[in-house]
Nanobody
């Protein structure tokens, strides 16, 4: 059974930082691409960042480029999202997602498994 468990969300002031973690189990982690998506109230789920199986390829949404960094530790079966210079518009529930394939993509239907989400709230 595949499980993805996010942690690290919370309340932070604008300009602050948070690091999200996602611990994965049940699927060979080192052969899976991983992604982060987010959904704000009343909005569609949107892509944030993705990383290939090796960590060698990463993708970012334009809105977070230069502020967020995705990384992974295959020895710990964990993917991270370092979020700096946070803005109120980053407020959302953040979801970790895993593909059964090694290649990262930016499209949520191409991800097979999802975590339960962690709330990030940025106050102005």
């Amino acid at each position: 059974q595949v499980q993805l468990v996010e942690s690290g969300g919370g309340l932070v002031q604008a300009g602050g930082s948070l690091r999200l973690s996602c611990a994965a189990s049940g699927l060979p982690f080192s052969s899976s691409a991983m992604g982060w998506f987010r959904q704000a109230p009343g909005k569609d789920r949107e892509f944030v960042a993705a990383v290939s199986w090796s960590g060698g390829t990463t993708y970012y949404a334009d809105s977070v480029k230069g502020r967020f960094t995705i990384s992974r530790d295959n020895a710990k079966n964990t993917v991270y999202l370092q979020m700096n210079s946070l803005k109120p518009e980053d407020t959302a529930v953040y979801y970790c997602a895993q593909r059964r394939a090694p290649v990262a993509t930016m499209t949520f239907p191409e991800y097979d498994y999802w975590g339960q989400g962690t709330q990030v709230t940025v106050s102005s």
